[in-house]
């Protein structure tokens, strides 16, 4: 199985901010590679596919970038609705495994 | 637009079988480059991939529940099946079912763009 990797496993922002998330594989997955933010009681929304294709409907303060095995998304002008737990996702190859997740927290 | 609704037992017994049906609307299972997956979440952890199904009947499962798990779809109906046998307190968790999009129409890359609520499924005796 391909092992992913996420950091920080928590990051504290205040709104305005931009903040990075990384995600690490254990192995080459080219730009495989999709993110989804999942708010409480809610399902996961993807928001950048193919590591880093915005998905429609998007802000564009949300960017993703990296390809191999190593992956960031990136927030830019934090806004309250965006405290939010993160998870990336490979589809290189099954199980197509979830990251542990970011958990991004108001300051 | 589409919508995916997750339909099922809310409490099973141990050793017993869950059945999850996932109906959908905005979209066919036969349309090429279209899936339905299925992923679950234990209480306060995290995604785990579980299977999917391709318009082309092409099914994927993750190789550590493979023997406990069947998908199926019904394209009459709308509807993706899930079976997970043998169930144990460890699989209680949320589970969802979500329309998957592969833009090349074969291999591997794909995305969920659209999820359902999920339902909730707890294991005890």
């Known amino acids: 199985d391909i092992q992913m990797t996420q950091s920080p496993s928590s990051l504290s922002a205040s709104v305005g901010d931009r903040v990075n998330m990384t995600c690490r594989t254990s192995?080459?997955?080219?730009?495989?590679l999709n993110w989804y933010q999942q708010k409480p009681g809610k399902a996961p929304k993807v928001l950048i596919y193919a590591a880093s294709s915005l998905q429609s409907g998007v802000p564009s303060r949300f960017s993703g970038s990296g390809s191999g095995t190593d992956f960031t998304l990136t927030i830019s002008n934090l806004q309250p609705e965006d405290f939010a737990p993160y998870y990336c996702?490979?589809?290189?190859?099954?199980?197509?495994?979830f990251g542990q997740g970011t958990k991004l927290e108001i300051k | 637009q589409i919508t995916l609704k997750e339909s099922g037992p809310t409490l099973v017994k141990p050793t017993q079988t869950l059945t999850l049906t996932c109906t959908f609307s905005g979209f066919s299972l036969s349309t090429r480059g279209v899936g339905v997956g299925w992923i679950r979440q234990p209480p306060g952890k995290a995604l785990e991939w579980l299977a999917l199904?391709?318009?082309?009947?092409?099914?994927r499962y993750s190789p550590s529940l493979k023997n406990r798990l069947t998908i199926t779809k019904d394209t009459s109906k709308n509807q993706v099946v899930l079976t997970m046998t043998n169930m144990d307190p460890v699989d209680t968790a949320t589970y969802y079912c979500a329309h998957v999009w592969n833009p090349m129409y074969e291999g591997d890359y794909h995305y969920m763009d659209v999820w359902g609520k999920g339902t909730t499924v707890t294991v005890s005796s």
């Open positions: 996702q490979q589809s290189y190859s099954t199980p197509y495994t």
């Open positions: 192995q080459s997955i080219s730009n495989y």
């Open positions: 199904i391709y318009w082309d009947d092409d099914k």
